[in-house]
């Protein structure tokens, strides 16, 4: 009975095999998405998706579809990406003992201008029918391609054709079903994404609607729902140095749920820019002065500032020296927020600006003047006008003042060559980063 009902839904249902594509969480459904809403799922949705992911990743996933008995899938994948380009190896299973799927495959995705990527994808099957009443082994390859446009940072617009072979010559359609998907994903706010992606099946077009949201850096939370297949997904991802976990549960209106864990490693973790919280307002506890030059993280959070701002100004008067309004305001304080909280405030330091038409710069003697030689970001005055020059060239704060923190010890030829492998900063930052480290 078991066989029996597996092979009928792999085979009846389905009407072509191969079409149950990925057990890993963050896919949520188990057939193609062109656009993806969640950085975590685009690597192993579509090969377009690629370039700007993690340098190194291993990726190994597991699930029980529709809880059956017996019934497993899995999927490990490998790659490597560059700014520009990525590539990734990997195989997939699906089945039981008497019936299996099995795929590899290999894809590579590249950027050959700013907003637009492509890629694709060549694979291997085989299908396995092993029973008493019948021994049949089928062998296919074929290829799909994938393009992807960013015309803004909020906004993807993307499409993939699955099976390019079976679209072009019909051989294999029965296995084989020219699979297509076009969709668009949206991020209006920090940390929160939205897509809907329509796939043009076998039986007719099937939609997904799918959002995410970066609860916190280290945890995000992704859900979808599919109208045809009346199918209701979640996933929860975790992000621990340079680990990844997953864990994913899917319902079918029809079939029931699966479970689906997943473990990646990376080389570097990338970024969750998390939702951005409203700061509750507080009146300002004016009996007690706040000293800018000797708060902590806690007595500035006590006044009403977010945590992460907090830890961004006790990270800058490290490094750069005292607060100024412009410090406080580009470390994430709102104006509004400076404005409330200004008679609470002590040794508010002068603005880079008007500190500059006080005094001019005094000249660099003796040690100081040959580690500058080598070193021209060795002074903290050097750091604090890189960090600056970064800001005005539209570079992040935070990532600015990371930047400048690494300049210290490396020369203009080594920060540029650090400054193109962050994963913190997009390629206009690194493009205008570098341009300014060469020209101080």
């Known amino acids: 009975m078991t066989v029996s009902l597996i092979l009928f839904v792999s085979l009846s249902l389905s009407s072509t095999a191969f079409t149950y594509r990925h057990s890993h969480p963050a896919a949520l459904f188990p057939y193609q998405r062109a656009a993806v809403e969640h950085s975590a799922a685009g690597p192993h949705l579509s090969p377009a998706f690629l370039p700007g992911s993690a340098p190194l990743f291993l990726d190994m996933s597991y699930s029980r579809p529709y809880g059956l008995e017996g019934l497993h899938a899995g999927y490990v994948s490998a790659g490597a990406a560059a700014p520009r380009a990525g590539a990734l190896v990997s195989w997939r299973s699906f089945g039981i003992e ?37 021994d049949i082994t089928l062998e296919l390859w074929d290829v799909r391609a994938a393009v ?48 809907w992606n329509i796939n043009g099946t076998y039986f007719g077009p099937v939609n997904t609607v799918t959002v995410s949201a970066n609860i916190m850096p280290f945890l995000a939370v992704t859900g979808g729902w599919s109208r045809e297949t009346h199918s209701l997904a979640g996933a929860v991802i975790l992000l621990f140095k340079g680990t990844m976990v997953s864990y994913g549960l899917r319902y079918h209106g029809y079939l029931g749920p699966t479970h689906s ?102 000249p660099v003697r003796g040690a100081d003047a040959k580690r500058k030689a080598f070193l021209p970001f060795y002074t903290r005055r050097a750091r604090k006008a890189l960090f600056q020059e970064l800001v005005n060239g539209g570079v992040k704060a935070g990532s600015a003042l990371r930047v400048a923190e690494l300049a210290k010890e490396m020369t203009r030829e080594k ?6 492998g962050l994963a913190y900063l997009n390629e206009s930052e690194k493009k205008a980063a570098r341009k300014i480290c060469a020209s101080r």
């Not at 795929?103 to 396995?128: H, N």
């Not at 920060?415 to 193109?420: F, R, T, V």
């Open 261 to 362: 864990l997943s473990v990646t490693v990376l080389s570097v973790t990338p970024p969750l820019e998390e939702i951005r919280y409203a700061a509750p307002r507080r009146r300002a506890a004016c009996d007690v002065k706040l000293d800018l030059e000797t708060c902590t993280i806690d007595e500035l959070r006590n006044v009403g500032i977010d945590g992460h701002v907090a830890e961004r100004l006790v990270k800058y008067r490290q490094s750069f020296g005292p607060l100024s309004r412009l410090a406080l305001i580009q470390m994430g304080v709102l104006p509004a927020e400076f404005s409330r909280l200004k008679p609470c405030l002590e040794n508010i330091a002068p603005d880079p600006e008007r500190e500059q038409s006080r005094k001019k710069h005094r």
């Open 415 to 420: 920060l540029s060559e650090k400054i193109g």
């Open 98 to 134: 008497e019936y299996r799927e099995d795929t590899v495959e290999a894809a590579a995705g590249f950027m050959p201008w700013g907003p637009l990527k492509i890629g694709g994808g060549i694979s291997y099957d085989r299908l396995r029918i092993d029973t008493d009443a019948a």
């Open 148 to 195: 992807a446009l960013t015309p803004f940072p909020w906004i993807d617009i993307a499409y993939q054709q699955e099976n390019l072979r079976s679209l072009i010559s019909r051989d294999g359609r029965d296995l084989h079903f020219p699979e297509w998907c076009a969709g668009i994903a949206l991020r209006p706010v920090r940390g929160f994404a939205a897509a």
